[in-house]
């Protein structure tokens, strides 16, 4: 058994349109006319790469946002994206997001294989179940399921495709030219799921991938998202704004965990965190400032407005928030009641006008958004990454490239001094840089214990 | 109006696994180890682009074929393939097989409309209703649907999908900076169509393409495909052994597009050919027999016999084919009945031994075999397209790369000779090639008309 290695801290680069700041399209560092160009995500993940950071990563629904006439909520599907990317890096991982509600096991199972093929061991998949019921309507769905029918459903999901993935066991592929045998039918099983909500009969047709599967990720931050994130995820994308938040639940996560028969270091906490850099504080205030004041502020009352089921257009935006819009939301059951608690907490601890509240949230969506020196920046993160708050963090740029070169240029070398951060990539897959392990396949384990049954 | 172009001939690059004859994995010429490879898929495609080829083209079905122990009936997912290819080549056009019957629109609409942004302008969607029974069982279906049932779905889908391809209208995109507006609502809108087999509400999350949506191959040639093809097929791949039948189906498809409404030049029919070429036609027989001789009957037999619906596995391989097992094959319903149909012909006029059957069927799966010099090979090209058989063919080589380099290596320089093949790519996108209109966003056309009739 190798000696444990020690505990390394975990970067990804979240590409998001022009950056996640709101207005980051009306910011004259950014160019709106590159969102269709794959270039322009190629040299972002590049840079990323040269950084040594453990991997890109994107969003995605299925459905065209309404706030697109303010916002550039659109742009190309993130895993063919991320085949682009892949065709021009060679170490960085690939995560893309995706819907066990709205799409087919199999196809999916087959998208992020063949990813995970293609790119020699880089594919995640960050999975979550959608809330939008734009989405379902999209999909022909007269009502959108409520979460626990989707965590039901999401649950068979990853059954059903941890099965197509393990469908090929080791030693199935033969290629044995002077047999003529390609691959052994007694080494690939039929997945063989039938479930409430969906079912898989057949093997995958797409061999054991360089990880064995995707890692799994997950962003779910409701009761049943985490439950699900528990058992699955190896990988947690979550956004608190607090570091005693951000504490509980890590140690909660670890815990469930554990619960479940996990280690607790094969699953990964990664707060999302959206820097602005300067190279005084002042200077970093200022530049937040400036994407501030370049918000729309129907785009921003509107999508508060509809997350506290109110028209706010009426109120005036320079008084503070009435404290009863947001009351506290009670349990959390879904992700728009946990972003509803960020948004309760701000109001209830700092009092906000309405105005200052839109650009809290204008930084990242809810996301903690820190403005500070690379210094400043550099003792955030080691302070949640040694407080068990955090194992690293989804980095958020509020604007790309702007953003993401002043984080590469400035604030990875201080972590990589300190030791918190790698220098130089030390395997070749994505489960290589975060410490994960090839989850064994079934098929394989089962031959063994049959054979050390035999043999006793 | 410009003056018509004169009509060129299409050639396109059908990649498959390590070739299209059963045998090609045990051919020296290939390699196994590379079939998850990217740069093997990028190699082959820049040859073909080198060529100036028309486009790449990749077979699809959401299932693993029984066959697989005995041929490489797997390989990374078509659209992600594509996208690699796409980030390593500039002209040449990316067709992928995808299934109406196993996708969703608002998924598929997404990633076509996502892969014809990234390559500028080069997608190609092969529509396929897919006809095994075992992909129904990996999607949770009792029952396979029949192929009326696949193909009334496959006319909804594509009224979904056109739909949503386009939803953004000309001049939806704004980027407007200095107004904060990113998009014109009032010109993007919803797909609103309810069928009987699906459903799509809303607008896509990808703005309008530069093909405006890829171009629509299909492959079907049962009667219900005809007539689908017909109505909305920009190409047709297609399945011919003898010029007459070829002519047959050539001037009824486009007659039906007539009837249609559609023009005759705006539906290419691209038969299979798969050349086996020698620097004599006795050299290239000879490379034909090699292959032949690689073949492990058992996997012939069981494919065939399924065809057949009987097991062949008991007859004498070397004495002729029983007439009445491949007896006429009646009202083809579906592609299952018309490769029936391929085989009957050969089996009634050729009287082959079962051996020789299974040699005919292991080089195409029933497309057109031809070995010969560079030069017959041209001429069977030249006959077709100047008889009115085809209007260029889909290039299906042996053995990959060695069928690939002797086709563009000595085949394409004569037909370029003569005038009848390009030299030069002339556009860029896809539809460029193929001499194909980019079809007028329904919108736009619709806002034209409002406008001349308010100036009326």
Chains 1, 2 share one sequence.
Do not use: C
């Not at 060679?90 to 066990?100: K, N």
């Not at 990720?217 to 608190?240: K, L, M, P, Y």
């Amino acid at each position: 058994m190798p000696a444990p290695r020690p505990r390394t801290l975990s970067l990804n680069l979240f590409l998001y349109h022009l950056g996640h700041h709101e207005a980051a399209w009306r910011h004259p560092s950014t160019d709106p006319s590159r969102i269709y160009d794959p270039t322009y995500y190629v040299e972002l993940a590049r840079k990323a790469e040269a950084a040594k950071l453990d991997a890109v990563f994107f969003a995605d629904g299925p459905v065209l946002h309404s706030g697109v006439d303010h916002n550039p909520a659109e742009g190309p599907e993130p895993l063919l994206t991320l085949a682009t990317i892949a065709a021009h890096t060679r170490r960085i991982g690939l995560v893309a997001t995706a819907s066990t509600t709205f799409y087919e096991p199999y196809n999916l199972a087959r998208l992020f294989a063949s990813l995970d093929h293609l790119s020699g061991g880089r594919a995640g998949w960050n999975v979550v179940t959608t809330q939008s019921a734009d989405a379902a309507a999209n999909f022909g769905l007269d009502a959108h399921p409520d979460p626990l029918a989707r965590y039901a459903r999401a649950e068979e999901f990853l059954e059903a495709t941890t099965r197509l993935w393990d469908s090929w066991e080791e030693g199935a592929a033969l290629a044995d030219r002077v047999q003529g045998r390609w691959a052994d039918p007694d080494r690939i099983h039929p997945a063989d799921f039938t479930g409430e909500h969906l079912a898989v009969a057949g093997a995958l047709n797409v061999r054991r991938t360089p990880q064995g599967r995707p890692v799994i990720v997950q962003a779910g931050a409701s009761n049943a998202g985490r439950d699900f994130a528990a058992r699955w995820a190896e990988a947690i994308f979550t956004a608190h704004q607090r570091i005693e938040d951000a504490q509980a639940f890590y140690s909660d996560v670890k815990r469930t965990a554990l619960a479940h028969g996990r280690s607790a270091d094969q699953i990964k906490i990664l707060p999302g965190i959206s820097p602005f850099i300067g190279s005084t504080e002042a200077e970093a205030r200022e530049l937040e400032a400036t994407f501030n004041e370049l918000t729309v502020p129907e785009y921003g009352l509107r999508n508060l407005g509809a997350q506290a089921g109110v028209d706010l257009t009426t109120l005036d935006l320079d008084a503070p928030v009435p404290l009863d819009l947001f009351a506290d939301a009670g349990d959390v059951t879904d992700n728009t009641r946990s972003r509803f608690q960020v948004v309760a907490g701000i109001v209830r601890r700092d009092r906000p006008t309405l105005r200052e509240l839109l650009h809290r949230l204008a930084g990242a969506r809810g996301h903690q958004v820190v403005a500070g020196t690379p210094e400043q920046i550099a003792d955030r993160i080691e302070t949640w990454f040694t407080q068990g708050a955090a194992d690293g963090f989804n980095v958020m740029p509020p604007a790309l490239p702007l953003g993401l070169d002043a984080f590469t240029d400035h604030v990875v070398p201080i972590l990589q001094r300190r030791g918190l951060f790698r220098t130089e990539y030390e395997g070749t897959t994505l489960r290589d840089h975060l410490g994960l392990e090839v989850p064994e396949n079934r098929w394989t384990r089962q031959r063994a214990a049959l054979g050390a049954r035999a043999s006793a």
